[in-house]
């Protein structure tokens, strides 16, 4: 039986923004441990509440979820496993037991926004309601502050942005839309030199983009890994407004999301006002 704690402990790990598994046995035979319906929540912990028998049936459960959880982007739909208990599992028993493992609150798509400006401060409130893990970074706490509030929102006061950009997960989507020229640069140079990070923008003008570029080449950056960089950042739409600067790069993101490999550029530089 599910009893009220289960959903609550539900709860307290969605408000967190942690990522968790619900594993339900569907159907049991012979000497399984649970009835159907038994009920576990499994985090990358481990076991959180619940149980469905406990044993090496639910060690085998527990990672099965945990697998889950490390590989979140190709396990969006519901899993089923129905495993023979002595043959699958390892009991002494006979018997079978047939799960259901949901994921919840599992964002696959990690996006790092240095800078809590104008056109960051839109940035971020057009890419909360999507389907993401979003952190936002700034060496102003005052501009940190004045972000929303989000479950999958993490925003830092830091005092050195390209120390942090050395410790992203890999995967990561950057946009590096800081005060100007000077605080890009040295993230642009942290973020260029590793080959894990699918997408990094800069915000500038075509001009600004050219002198970045001349910077990092001449901090001895690859020149295959310059190219990578988008600048300026996002699709050649909209205005100036901060806004509509905003939606164009949310654009760009999916876009490389979307069509990874495929190369995403723009035709005309509209985008030059700073962070």
């Known amino acids: 039986m599910t009893t009220p704690q289960f959903f609550r402990r ?6 967190q923004g942690e990522a968790f598994v619900v594993c339900t046995m569907l159907t049991s035979m012979g000497h399984a441990p649970q009835e159907p319906g038994a009920k576990a929540l499994i985090t990358s912990a481990g076991l959180a509440e619940g149980t469905v028998g406990g044993g090496k049936l639910e060690n085998r459960a527990i990672l099965e979820a945990r697998r889950i959880l490390e590989h979140p982007d190709q396990q969006r739909s ?6 023979d208990l002595q043959k699958d599992i390892g009991m002494s028993c006979g018997g079978r037991a047939t799960l259901l493992f949901e994921v919840f609150g599992a964002k696959a798509w990690n996006i790092t926004v240095f800078g809590a400006g104008h056109v960051a401060q ?26 929303p509030e989000g479950p999958y929102f993490t925003r830092h006061t830091v005092d050195d ?3 942090f950009a050395t410790d992203l997960a890999p995967g990561t989507f ?6 100007g020229h000077g605080t890009d640069l040295p993230v642009l140079k942290v973020l260029l030199a590793r080959d894990d990070l699918p997408f990094v923008g800069s915000i ?15 901090a001895g950056l690859d020149p295959e890994h ?3 960089l988008h600048c300026p950042i996002g699709l050649d739409l909209g205005s100036r407004l901060p806004e509509e600067i905003a939606i164009s790069i949310t654009a760009q993101l999916l876009l490389a999301r979307d069509t990874p490999g495929v190369s995403i550029s723009r035709s005309a530089g509209k985008i030059s006002t700073s962070g």
């Open 10 to 15: 539900m709860h307290e790990l969605s408000e």
């Open 204 to 218: 500038g003008s075509k001009v600004k983009a050219r002198a970045i570029k001349a910077d990092l080449a001449r």
């Open 78 to 83: 519901p899993t089923i496993c129905d495993w």
């Open 122 to 147: 839109a940035l971020c409130r057009v890419l909360l309601p999507l389907n993401c893990r979003l952190t936002c970074v700034d060496t102003r706490q005052d501009w940190i502050e004045r972000l």
């Open 226 to 228: 310059i190219q990578r």
């Open 174 to 179: 950057c946009a590096v839309i800081t005060m």
């Open 161 to 163: 942005m390209a120390a």
